[in-house]
């Protein structure tokens, strides 16, 4: 059983930061990728930013030069540095891992962690 549990969501102000963390859990090979996709009432969810094994990093054009991704391979941690925020990035944040056996791959999703940006 693999489980990603995040940390860190709260209220902030506009202009404010945060940062969230996400810990994978439970009996696995490896993690492909870790990363944070968000969901806002009434809209899609969206990628925010990815990490994969390699070192290899995917923005959100939203969050470009606002947000760094990271990780703490040993933790299996991944972290979502958050800065200059704003009341568009209100949303419920998602932790994802593709997590890997030595016979299968699946992706996993944490149960999110609400951010509220106020003006």
């Known amino acids: 059983q693999v489980q990603l549990v995040e940390s860190g969501g709260g209220s902030v102000q506009f202009g404010g930061s945060l940062r969230l963390s996400c810990l994978a859990s439970?009996?696995?090979?490896?993690?492909?990728?870790m990363g944070w996709y968000r969901q806002a009432p009434g809209k899609q969810r969206e990628l925010v930013a990815s990490?994969?094994?390699?070192?290899?990093?995917t923005y959100g054009d939203s969050v470009k030069g606002r947000f760094t991704i990271s990780t703490e391979n040993v933790a299996n941690t991944v972290f979502l540095e958050m800065t200059s925020l704003k009341p568009d990035d209100t949303a419920v944040y998602y932790c994802?891992?593709?997590?890997?056996?030595?016979?299968?791959?699946?992706?996993?999703w944490g149960q999110g962690t609400q951010v509220t940006v106020s003006s």
């Open positions: 994802t891992g593709l997590v890997a056996t030595a016979t299968w791959k699946q992706r996993y």
């Open positions: 990490i994969a094994r390699d070192g290899t990093v």
């Open positions: 439970g009996v696995f090979f490896s993690i492909d990728d």
